[in-house]
């Protein structure tokens, strides 16, 4: 695919890709096959927070996000602080020379619109500011694809969020309360469309419907400290997950179900470690998963899956293995409703194990039922993301020749103002 003047389109894909949150690669990972596909002359590179891993899985060149190398530690000392703010500057320099090189900036789905976890303004809000602003400055295509958002609390990254999404030159959102809560914010969002999570285009294991007796039960688990809004109750809020998910995998084990933790993010390794340490026996094991395919393989050899990480609940939907949520947000409730299993969600801040057994119970008496569901939501789901690719390309490649596309779906289009 070449520009109006010959050349190779030059796409950037920008994020805190690499840097150890699966799902977020796993977006990464749907939109470069996507471009391989429908665009394999493009010349792609990133902006990324693990440049290093970036390039070794994906192949591309990549180039650190962050000035400063210090960027998600909290600064304390005098010398940390005079750097941190140094790095600012400098990025915001180091942004706009890389979005200039780009005709095309994609940013892959990820909550890059909300603060559901603990969240600085100057930190990533900040960054994806100055991505947008560099692009409407420089004339570079910048696109918010299949990304997350919720309502913001914090004035500052409110305002970041709100200028990053207007001055985007095409936007969608993985669902509709994404949608409702830019709109909230004060986005024209007439012409933005909803589409499934990027991640449910990557390729999908088969699942093995489960035969004989009860089988493994994978849980996904969450270094959960609750959302920006709780930082004065994080410990307590970590304490009370830890100790529910703990006594459910015990209660697991005492019916003598092989349970199989998984992680979604390498700082959930701990919590791993803790519910190893507490529950001894040789029915609980972890699993070392390093990108959404190991997960969707581990999901898919499961009887059933209880999940707190958005992403995990993807993968073990995608492979139609009925599950239950650990819902920290309201992200995780729309995607299950989507999905069909809408009354299987329990609130990760409240986890109670009683309950959460009771309903882990009634989940698997519907299990075959729920199998059916799953695999006619992923069918509609994938339907669904052909058409944000066309979308995509159609909005962002203007100057390409598509006529081998489906245009039937030009309202779902986007171009930049």
């Given at each position: 695919?070449?520009s109006?003047?010959?050349?190779?389109?030059?796409?950037?894909?920008f994020?805190?890709?690499?840097s150890?949150n699966?799902?977020?690669?796993?977006?990464?990972?749907?939109?470069?096959?996507y471009?391989?596909?429908?665009h394999?002359?493009?010349?792609v590179?990133?902006?990324?927070?693990?440049?290093e891993?970036?390039?070794?899985?994906?192949?591309?060149?990549a180039?650190?996000?962050h000035w400063?190398?210090?960027?998600?530690?909290?600064?304390?000392?005098?010398?940390?602080?005079?750097?941190?703010?140094?790095?600012?500057?400098?990025d915001?320099?180091?942004?706009?020379?890389?979005?200039?090189?780009?005709d095309?900036?994609?940013?892959?789905g990820?909550g890059?619109?909300?603060?559901?976890l603990?969240?600085?303004?100057?930190g990533?809000p900040?960054?994806l500011?100055l991505?947008c602003?560099?692009g409407?400055?420089?004339?570079?295509?910048?696109?918010?694809?299949?990304?997350g958002?919720a309502?913001?609390?914090?004035?500052?990254?409110?305002?970041?969020?709100?200028?990053?999404?207007?001055?985007?030159?095409?936007?969608?959102?993985r669902?509709?309360?994404?949608?409702?809560?830019?709109?909230?914010m004060?986005?024209?969002?007439?012409?933005?469309e909803?589409?499934?999570d990027?991640?449910?285009?990557?390729a999908?294991?088969s699942?093995?419907?489960?035969?004989?007796?009860p089988?493994?039960?994978?849980?996904?688990?969450?270094?959960?400290?609750g959302?920006?809004?709780?930082?004065?109750?994080?410990?307590e809020?970590h304490?009370r997950?830890?100790?529910?998910?703990?006594?459910?995998?015990?209660a697991?084990?005492?019916?003598g179900?092989?349970?199989?933790?998984?992680?979604?993010?390498e700082?959930?390794?701990?919590?791993?470690?803790?519910?190893?340490?507490?529950?001894?026996?040789?029915?609980?094991?972890?699993a070392?998963?390093?990108s959404?395919a190991?997960?969707?393989?581990?999901t898919?050899a499961?009887?059933?899956?209880?999940?707190?990480?958005?992403?995990?609940l993807?993968?073990?939907?995608?492979v139609?293995?009925?599950?239950?949520?650990l819902?920290?947000a309201?992200?995780?409730?729309?995607?299950m409703?989507q999905?069909?299993?809408?009354?299987y969600?329990?609130p990760?801040?409240?986890?109670?194990a009683?309950?959460?057994?009771?309903?882990?119970?009634?989940?698997e008496?519907?299990s075959?039922?729920?199998r059916q569901?799953l695999t006619?939501?992923?069918?509609?789901?994938?339907?669904?993301?052909?058409?944000?690719?066309?979308?995509?390309?159609?909005?962002?490649?203007p100057?390409?020749?598509?006529?081998h596309?489906d245009?039937?779906?030009?309202h779902a289009?986007r171009?930049a103002p």
């Open positions: 695919m070449t109006a003047d010959g050349t190779p389109v030059r796409v950037g894909v994020g805190l890709l690499g150890g699966l799902g977020n690669d796993g977006s990464l990972e749907a939109v470069l096959g471009l391989r596909t429908e394999p002359e493009a010349v590179d990133a902006l990324c927070g693990g440049p891993v970036v390039t070794a899985r994906y192949r591309i060149p180039t650190r996000l400063y190398r210090g960027e998600y530690r909290t600064a304390s000392r005098a010398g940390a602080i005079a750097a941190k703010g140094l790095g600012k500057l400098v915001a320099v180091r942004t706009a020379a890389w979005v200039r090189r780009h095309v900036v994609i940013v892959p990820m890059v619109l909300e603060a559901t603990p969240l600085r303004p100057w990533f900040y960054a500011f991505l602003a560099s409407r400055l420089f004339g570079t295509r910048v696109a918010l694809v299949g990304v958002a309502p913001i609390g914090n004035r500052p990254t409110r305002a970041l969020v709100r200028w990053s999404a207007r001055l985007a030159a095409y936007r969608s959102y669902d509709a309360l994404s949608r409702d809560a830019m709109r909230a004060g986005v024209d969002t007439a012409r933005d909803v589409y499934p990027l991640a449910f285009a990557l999908t294991p699942a093995s419907a489960p035969s004989g007796p089988g493994p039960v994978c849980v996904g688990v969450m270094d959960f400290h959302g920006n809004d709780d930082r004065a109750r994080a410990e809020i304490r997950y830890l100790d529910g998910t703990t006594r459910f995998v015990r697991l084990v005492e019916d179900r092989p349970v199989r933790l998984l992680t979604g993010d700082v959930d390794a701990q919590v791993v470690a803790a519910i190893l340490d507490a529950v001894d026996s040789p029915l609980v094991t972890a070392e998963a390093a959404l190991d997960l969707m393989e581990e898919a499961a009887d059933t899956v209880v999940a707190t990480r958005y992403h995990n993807v993968c073990a939907l995608k139609g293995t009925p599950t239950l949520a819902s920290y309201a992200k995780s409730d729309a995607l409703d999905m069909g299993l809408g009354g969600c329990h990760a801040r409240e986890v109670d009683d309950r959460l057994i009771e309903q882990f119970r009634a989940l008496r519907r075959t039922e729920l569901t006619e939501r992923n069918q509609a789901a994938a339907r669904r993301l052909e058409h944000q690719f066309t979308a995509l390309t159609a909005a962002l490649f100057t390409a020749d598509h006529d596309h245009h039937a779906h030009a289009l171009e």
